[in-house]
């Protein structure tokens, strides 16, 4: 016999309410209301509640038992405890859009106990009360701010656990370490057999190994996440503001005969192989007295220095004396002079954006180094700077406890170890890192 769970259980926090739908014209915006009252806020509006995650089409009142200030009739689905995407008592209203509408509804929430929701608390919410953990909360954040094909596939794949699965395994496999480890301390070595130790550290080694290869992953995850930057570069008249504005397919950046003509940078958003890329172009780079320019160049320099990849540009019959490392190498004005196959073992991309010749084996080019830099074999990939800390202090405890022969010293790197997982997850000492990972959520998620 099953025992029957509780219609809905309080989880004691004060009822919010937020706006899930954006902002501007439309014919449906979702009000969303969590918290303990819910239930009796929803009485209050519509004189009832509707059966659990069954849509009802209910009028709204600023208080129904009255009758009094009809708001909208509304799409109203009811969310009990604990399931509901907070996990709390929840429930949605499906209102017409209008603005009047919207702040009627949100004036009578208010006086009916809630209280405006802080940005990101809803899922703040989920994390607290277990239905989600931070690398999944992460991911919600992440795929809302998905605006390419790379980054919705790696944010949903983290908001359905991939990340937190791998996570989760590895201070499984800690733990249990931990355990034989304790039982090294519990027990003088006689007692037991060399096999025991031995065994530990091969476990132990094996972890760090993994930790080691899903840090060297040559950030791909973060890349996918934040977008690649290739900066254009090369000497002055190259051609550098045209291929921006060939490849953006805007005339974005100023192009002429006069050397020296792009002094800021300019960065331009486009999606290349499904994936974000941020186009910089450059001021030529060249010696100048020219204290506007001087500075152009040093952005200029600044820019290759940073960037994901380089484009590095030249005029056909100006091949360059060296090209930069990893850059692609490209010569513009082949109408006007062949372009050299390879530099320094370096193959050449001939263009002419005046004619259009070699632009789409150039584009080609560049689509394969974005995947270059954004594929990656095996498991998922961590996708932001938290994860990477966290997982290089584990490594680094897991490389010390190797080296150490002392139980209870291995043994307190290895709690340390355990600790940095527990943090990559949420479980454990994150309360300081929680303003930072949900502030940077919208209000309504
Ligand atoms: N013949 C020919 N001229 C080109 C080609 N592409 C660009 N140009 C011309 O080359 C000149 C310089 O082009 P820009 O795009 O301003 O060159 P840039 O590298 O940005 O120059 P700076 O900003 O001064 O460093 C312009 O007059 C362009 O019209 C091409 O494929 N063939
Ligand atoms: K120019
Ligand atoms: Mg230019």
């Not at 009047?100 to 990101?120: F, K, M, N, Q, Y």
């Not at 150490?404 to 043994?411: A, C, H, S």
Request: net charge negative; charged share 25%; proline share 6%.
């Amino acid at each position: 016999m099953s025992i029957p769970l509780p219609d809905s259980r309080p989880t004691g926090l004060e009822p919010v309410f937020a706006l899930a739908t954006g902002n501007g014209r439309a014919a449906i915006a979702i009000m969303r209301v969590s918290g303990e009252g819910s239930g009796d806020i929803l009485r209050k509006l519509s004189g009832k509640l509707p059966p659990p995650r069954r849509a009802a089409l209910l009028g709204l009142w600023r208080d129904a038992a009255s009758g009094e200030d009809h708001l909208d009739d509304a799409l109203v689905l009811w969310f009990p405890s604990p399931n509901s995407y907070t996990g709390e008592d929840s429930f949605e209203l499906h209102l017409h859009a209008g603005p009047a509408v919207i702040s009627a509804v949100a004036d009578a929430l208010v006086e009916a106990g809630a209280r405006p929701a802080e940005p990101g608390e809803f899922t703040r919410r989920a994390f607290m009360h277990g239905r989600i953990d931070l690398t999944e909360a992460e991911g919600i954040a992440d795929l809302i701010a998905s605006e390419t094909e790379a980054q919705r596939r790696q944010a949903l794949s983290q908001v359905d656990g991939a990340l937190s699965t791998l996570y989760r395994g590895w201070a499984d496999r800690l733990r249990i370490i931990l355990a034989q480890q304790e039982a090294l301390i519990d027990f003088p070595d006689e007692d037991l057999p060399p096999e025991v130790e031995e065994g530990l550290l091969a476990e132990i080694a094996a972890l760090n190994d993994e930790i080691t290869t899903h840090l060297s992953d040559g950030n791909r995850g973060e890349r996918i996440r934040r977008g690649l930057v290739f900066a254009i570069a090369g000497p002055p008249n190259a051609g550098k503001s045209s291929l921006l504005n060939w490849l953006v397919g805007r005339d974005a950046a100023i192009v002429s005969s006069v050397a020296g003509t792009t002094r800021d940078a300019i960065e331009i958003a486009i999606v290349l192989a499904g994936t974000k890329i941020t186009i910089v172009d450059t001021a030529g780079l060249r010696e100048t007295t020219d204290p506007v320019e001087a500075e152009g160049v040093r952005r200029a320099m600044f820019h290759v220095e940073h960037s994901d990849g380089v484009i590095q540009m030249f005029e056909a019959g100006d091949a360059p004396d060296f090209l930069l490392p990893d850059a692609i190498a490209v010569c513009n004005k082949i109408d006007l002079h062949p372009a050299p196959a390879v530099i320094r073992d370096t193959p050449v991309s001939g263009i002419s954006i005046r004619t259009g010749e070699g632009l789409s084996h150039f584009q080609a080019t560049l689509e394969t180094k974005v995947r270059a830099l954004t594929a990656g074999s095996g498991g998922p990939p961590l996708t932001r700077a938290r994860h990477r800390a966290a997982a290089e202090e584990a490594r680094t405890s897991l490389e010390a406890a190797l080296r150490l022969d002392w139980p209870e010293m291995r043994g307190e790197e290895l709690r340390l170890a355990m600790r940095a997982l527990g943090r990559l997850t949420g479980e454990v000492g994150v309360e300081d890192i929680l303003d930072t990972v949900f502030g940077q959520f919208c209000i309504g998620k």
